[in-house]
């Protein structure tokens, strides 16, 4: 029995159809799919990396493999994002729920003001964590929508100053994704003097984005950018000098920024991964070229719930997620049994998440086209059977 046959799913069925190299389909929202390629060159690389003959998980973070691998990521990240020499590219630990923190803490006085857009899940945890450091505002709150979409401009109520707006660019549980008809990056307009800070753990590096138009974005790297146990943050440089209050050295952006995301041992395996999903991400033609096919791909899905009678997407049009698509069939039995067959046709990780139910296929830069089609092809084959 391959090792592909000896896994097991989230859902306990049997093992069952594999795409081309015998894996399955996996629409996990993260920890997500990684492009295959890295993962055989990670599984290289672990025995001996870059020929030095030390393999890349008992590397020194100070030694000069390392130094190369993570200078060789930030050179490339740079690349990809065309991010100018006036931000800091930072890889942090503590996943992006710790930036939750870090940002106001970093950067929000307690008699400052700071305006919140709640999108999602997500937005809400952000949001409540950043109160116990300043004065922090719902500018817009999308619970009474059940977090349906993002808002208008019209609709958001900012504060007379706020220092910063934070927004969540995709909302990996509701999917739904500030965005224009053609999918690109819809930004709300904040008002003078205040900077935004994004959330943009699930749709990073999945079509371009000026980062010019922020101060801080930030993502855990587990879903475009790499894997669990490393945060990727962009910074302005201006912002590293504001000090509303001691923090502990560990949690200071400043003190992250000057010793380069080592000022302990840094996870040196995480970095490596998204070292290398950076040279993929080049390799794949830039954000441009992955825009479009990741546009390509969500229509594959999208048209079946635009067709159908049967489904039920989450999210209102104008506002769905390239990244995560939210769906339900007519009853929770029916979901249970689409998430089942599902996995015996071989893709796995359907389920939606808890606050949502119904099913979720997150289909971040490295699902493949085929899987798409896969998962396209099973829904109008449920349908016929189920409608
Ligand atoms: C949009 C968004 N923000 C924040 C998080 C939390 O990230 P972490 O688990 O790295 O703390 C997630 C995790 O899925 C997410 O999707």
Redesign the pocket.
């Known amino acids: 029995m391959s090792m592909a046959q000896t896994l097991r799913t989230n859902e306990g069925g049997s093992s069952g159809a594999r795409s081309a190299s015998g894996r399955m389909y996996n629409f996990s929202?993260?920890p997500g799919v990684l492009p295959e390629e890295v993962v055989r060159q990670a599984q290289e690389e672990i025995w001996d990396c870059r020929q030095s003959g030390i393999g890349i998980l008992e590397h020194s973070h100070r030694a000069p493999t390392f130094d190369a691998i993570l200078h060789e990521a930030v050179a490339d990240c740079r690349a990809i994002g065309d991010i100018p020499s006036d931000y800091h590219v930072l890889f942090m630990t503590?996943?992006?729920?710790?930036?939750?923190f870090l940002v106001p803490a970093n950067l929000l006085g307690q008699e400052e003001t700071a305006d919140y857009i709640t999108t999602?899940?997500?937005?809400e945890?952000?949001f409540e964590h950043a109160q116990m450091f300043g004065k922090v505002r719902e500018a817009w709150d999308g619970r009474p929508l059940a977090h349906r979409r993002v808002p208008e401009d019209a609709e958001i109520s900012w504060s007379s100053s706020p220092v910063y707006v934070h927004m969540?660019s995709?909302?990996?549980?509701y999917g739904t994704q500030w965005r224009l008809a053609d999918g690109s990056l819809r930004l709300p307009k904040i008002p003078p003097g205040s900077f935004l800070v994004c959330?943009?753990?699930?749709d990073i590096f999945s079509r371009p984005f000026d980062v010019r138009d922020f101060g801080v974005v930030y993502?855990?790297a587990?879903?475009n950018v790499g894997v669990?146990g490393v945060?990727l943050v962009l910074i302005r440089d201006d912002l590293l000098s504001r000090k509303p209050r001691e923090l502990p050295l560990m949690l200071q952006y400043r003190v992250m920024a000057r010793d380069e995301s080592r000022h302990n041992t840094p996870p040196v395996f995480p970095i490596y991964m998204s070292g290398l999903v950076f040279k993929w991400i080049l390799r794949q033609g830039g954000l441009g070229a992955l825009h479009a096919r990741n546009v390509a791909k969500a229509a594959l899905i999208y048209d079946v719930l635009d067709s159908s009678t049967f489904y039920t997407g989450h999210a209102e049009r104008a506002s769905r997620s390239l990244m995560n698509v939210t769906f339900r069939t007519p009853s929770e039995k029916l979901d249970d049994l689409f998430v089942r067959e599902a996995y015996d046709a071989g893709m796995d990780n359907l389920r939606g998440h808890r606050a949502t139910g119904g099913m979720r296929a997150s289909v971040y830069n490295a699902m493949p086209d085929e899987g798409c089609k896969a998962l396209a092809d099973f829904m109008r084959e449920f349908e016929r059977r189920h409608g």
């Open positions: 929202a993260g503590g996943g992006a729920t710790s930036q939750n999602g899940y997500w937005a945890r952000t969540c995709n909302n990996t549980i959330d943009m753990c699930s993502a855990g587990q879903k669990a945060s």
